[in-house]
């Protein structure tokens, strides 16, 4: 008998999301207009003249690995080309983790609501995912160490910088607390980090895995670069590296020989932090334009959060309401948004809801609000 998963929630209403009519806040999708098409292009045209048609070393293109590897140490992660496995996505790094690390049944802590994609891969592994309690400051340190004491997970996932869905970051000092409780404990760590270069305020967070040999650190093109591309890596430590690259091995052989050199040439060859700060420029006013329109889209009560950076507002709405009923209405009222529930991995919290700001213009976020304000209020 075939083994029988639900799909992602999100996938499903991203297809209910495609008439043209829909202000959609709910995928969390880089905005189409800002891709660096000219530049990607004409670095496709160099990684081709390279004859990259062949199979590859599993491990990555060795250009990338390094350029990667130089990003990393100067964001305050020192990082060799050596310690990184290039990935078709960050999405597949988390598969390989939960290949490499889980037995079945295992018990993986995750900040609750979480990734819905994270818990889909670490379901898949057939693991045991039970939740640790946060509020506006990321994962609570002593939570963890309850959960830990309780359950003695193998494997702990985080979204600290800009997390999907909240939009949270985890402050310095609980960072620091995560790492040590790690490095007690033995517990391993991921630090899922595809949004950290996407900060609008604030000063930069010091990397979890600069803190501790326990964290495998992933990042991802996808959100800075673009999307399709499918390009991630993982910076995991020597003594489970090989391990990885045999289930990686397993998985695909490579991952596309031709996307990774495009994207050797394209950072070699552009300023890929110039590009960001234009990201940051734009995304800055869409966030601005969606927290100042909240206080006139939601009911009294409602609560939001306000985030630095990333992709996402994460919305709790009062009196009990059930968003994934509220829903299909928004879609008739052509405009979109996330419910919640998917989100967590145990007791859901209905009334709660993901909007991203990214992918519509101001004036879109503008009218997509007062849409929302009709369903909402
Ligand atoms: N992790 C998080 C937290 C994400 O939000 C996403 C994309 N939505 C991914 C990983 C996967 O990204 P990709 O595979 O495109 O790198």
């Given at each position: 008998m075939p083994r029988v998963f639900t799909g992602s929630p999100v996938r499903d209403l991203l297809a209910l999301t495609s008439r043209p009519e829909v202000i959609s806040f709910a995928g969390g999708l880089p905005?189409?207009?800002?891709?660096d098409v000219d530049g990607l292009r004409s670095a496709y045209d160099r990684a081709l003249s390279r004859r990259t048609l062949q199979y590859a070393p599993t491990e990555g293109d060795a250009a990338l690995r390094g350029l990667v590897a130089d990003r990393l140490t100067r964001r305050g992660l020192p990082t060799a080309a050596g310690d990184l496995l290039v990935t078709s996505g960050s999405q597949q790094a988390l598969g390989l983790v939960a290949t490499a690390?889980?037995?079945?049944?295992a018990v993986v802590a995750v900040e609750e609501p979480t990734y819905l994609a994270a818990l889909q891969c670490f379901r898949l592994a057939d693991a045991r995912v039970v939740p640790v309690a946060g509020d506006d400051r990321g994962v609570d340190p002593a939570a963890l160490a309850e959960v830990i004491e309780r359950d003695r997970p193998a494997l702990l996932y985080l979204v600290?910088?800009?997390?999907?869905?909240?939009?949270r970051t985890l402050d310095a000092a609980r960072r620091a607390e995560v790492a040590a409780l790690a490095d007690r404990h033995g517990l391993w760590v991921v630090e899922?980090?595809?949004?950290?270069?996407?900060?609008?305020?604030g000063e930069p967070v010091p990397p979890l895995a600069s803190m501790s040999d326990r964290v495998l650190y992933t990042g991802s093109f996808?959100?800075?670069?673009?999307?399709?591309?499918r390009l991630g890596w993982l910076r995991a430590p020597e003594s489970i590296m090989r391990t990885l690259v045999v289930v990686k091995q397993a998985a695909?052989?490579?991952?596309s020989a031709v996307d990774q050199a495009a994207a050797a040439e394209y950072l070699a060859a552009n300023d890929l932090d110039e590009h960001i700060r234009g990201l940051c420029a734009a995304y800055r006013e869409r966030r601005d334009a969606m927290v100042d329109a909240l206080p006139s889209t939601v009911p009294p009560g409602a609560r939001w959060s306000d985030p630095d950076g990333g992709m996402f507002v994460w919305v709790s709405l009062p009196g009990g309401v059930d968003t994934g009923e509220l829903v299909h209405e928004a879609l008739r009222r052509d405009v979109a948004f996330v419910p919640g529930?998917?989100?967590?991995?145990?007791?859901?919290?209905?009334s709660t809801l993901r909007l991203s700001f990214?992918?519509?213009a101001v004036e879109g976020i503008r009218e997509g609000m007062r849409r929302l304000a009709t369903v909402l209020r």
């Open positions: 905005a189409p207009g800002l891709f690390l889980l037995e079945p049944g600290p910088t800009f997390a999907n869905p909240t939009g899922d980090d595809p949004y950290g270069e996407l900060r609008y305020r996808s959100k800075v670069g673009a999307p399709g591309m695909d052989l490579h991952t529930a998917a989100f967590y991995a145990t007791g859901p919290d209905r990214t992918t519509n």
